[in-house]
């Protein structure tokens, strides 16, 4: 019987996958969240395609981590505040080297330490549980202050979703980050427009987003949440912040689902699960487009 690993690397021709690459793990991690998803039946797979890009940006030079020593003490510490898209982090572990490959088609089953929300018990490279929506941030600034108070050089990343950006939580986080002089920590928000059943601008309205953030007192600006470049360019503006006295934001713009047609913009596929005709014609959509 094919081994998980070797089904979901079978459009690399037998050659490794080069992961130090960015688009290379990005296609992977949405390789891997279909997998997982469609063996698990588990969902939120739009919010994984949409964040593939972030993720793997930041697994692929932007964190200083590493997999052989994953509680070295000058780590950077890297939370998904949008724990629901947990498998994304799992995949971006297990591909460079934190624990291996052929765990992830464990996820989401009875009894395994990959749980449907990102959790951290057991699992090298996961820093806290989270998927109670609103909480990444003030964690991540906490650690930050922490850092800050000990004289630590090391940064703090929180990914965080555009929906749940409407708590009340995430803005006193982000005035603390602000009066505090956090500019080691820096926030990514999944733009993606969609949460839950609606779109954010049908649930509660986000903009204008770069504006709040700037008032709030921080460093923020946009950028294509799909870009790697672009990603990789704004994270080192982001580090270059250090001294500033600011906290950084990056607002990703994104599209929920991308990288599959039929779930691009669509609501359901918060919740959907990937099987039959719907998993076979997202597995020759996300082939034909192997970097």
Same mark, same amino acid.
């Given at each position: 019987?094919?081994?998980?690993?070797?089904?979901?690397?079978?459009?690399?021709?037998?050659?490794?996958?080069?992961?130090?690459?960015?688009?290379?793990?990005?296609?992977?991690?949405?390789?891997?969240?279909?997998?997982?998803?469609?063996?698990?039946?588990?969902?939120?797979? +739009? *919010? =994984?395609?949409? !964040? $593939?890009?972030?993720? &793997?940006?930041?697994?692929?030079?932007? @964190?200083?981590?590493?997999?052989?020593?994953?509680?070295?003490?000058?780590?950077?510490?890297?939370?998904?505040?949008?724990?629901?898209?947990?498998?994304?982090?799992?995949?971006?572990?297990?591909?460079?080297?934190?624990?291996?490959?052929?765990?992830?088609?464990?996820?989401?089953?009875?009894?395994?330490?990959?749980?449907?929300?990102?959790?951290?018990?057991?699992?090298?490279?996961?820093?806290?549980?989270?998927?109670?929506?609103?909480?990444?941030?003030?964690?991540?600034?906490?650690?930050?202050?922490?850092?800050?108070?000990?004289?630590?050089?090391?940064?703090?990343?929180?990914?965080?979703?555009?929906?749940?950006?409407?708590? +009340? *939580? =995430?803005?006193? !986080? $982000?005035?603390?980050? &602000?009066?505090?002089?956090?500019?080691? @920590?820096?926030?990514?928000?999944?733009?993606?427009?969609?949460?839950?059943?609606?779109?954010?601008?049908?649930?509660?309205?986000?903009?204008?987003?770069?504006?709040?953030?700037?008032?709030?007192?921080?460093?923020?600006?946009?950028?294509?949440?799909?870009?790697?470049?672009?990603?990789?360019?704004?994270?080192?503006?982001?580090?270059?912040?250090?001294?500033?006295?600011?906290?950084?934001?990056?607002?990703?713009?994104?599209?929920?689902?991308?990288?599959?047609?039929?779930?691009?913009?669509?609501?359901?596929?918060?919740?959907?699960?990937?099987?039959?005709?719907?998993?076979?014609?997202?597995?020759?959509?996300?082939?034909?487009?192997?970097?």
């Amino acid at each position: 019987m094919e081994s998980y690993e070797a089904l979901v690397h079978s459009a690399f021709g037998g050659k490794q996958p080069d992961v130090t690459d960015p688009d290379v793990l990005a296609w992977l991690i949405r390789r891997n969240g279909l997998e997982m998803s469609h063996i698990s039946r588990g969902s939120h797979i +739009g *919010s =994984v395609f949409s !964040a $593939a890009e972030i993720i &793997a940006v930041l697994y692929t030079g932007v @964190l200083h981590v590493d997999p052989k020593n994953p509680k070295m003490p000058d780590r950077d510490r890297m939370i998904l505040s949008k724990g629901h898209a947990g498998s994304a982090v799992y995949a971006a572990l297990a591909e460079t080297g934190f624990f291996p490959v052929e765990q992830l088609k464990t996820h989401y089953g009875n009894g395994s330490i990959l749980s449907g929300h990102v959790s951290h018990k057991g699992i090298p490279g996961v820093e806290v549980s989270t998927g109670s929506l609103g909480h990444g941030l003030a964690v991540g600034a906490g650690m930050a202050l922490g850092a800050k108070m000990d004289g630590e050089a090391w940064r703090t990343w929180v990914v965080l979703g555009d929906g749940e950006c409407d708590e +009340g *939580s =995430v803005w006193e !986080a $982000a005035l603390q980050a &602000a009066q505090f002089g956090l500019d080691r @920590l820096c926030a990514i928000v999944d733009y993606n427009h969609m949460q839950s059943l609606f779109t954010v601008e049908e649930t509660l309205r986000l903009e204008p987003f770069e504006a709040k953030w700037k008032d709030f007192g921080w460093n923020a600006q946009s950028v294509n949440g799909h870009d790697t470049k672009a990603l990789r360019a704004a994270c080192e503006r982001a580090k270059e912040n250090a001294g500033s006295g600011k906290p950084s934001v990056i607002l990703a713009h994104t599209v929920k689902g991308k990288g599959v047609s039929f779930m691009e913009n669509n609501i359901l596929w918060h919740y959907r699960t990937p099987q039959g005709e719907e998993y076979e014609a997202a597995l020759k959509e996300l082939e034909a487009q192997r970097p």
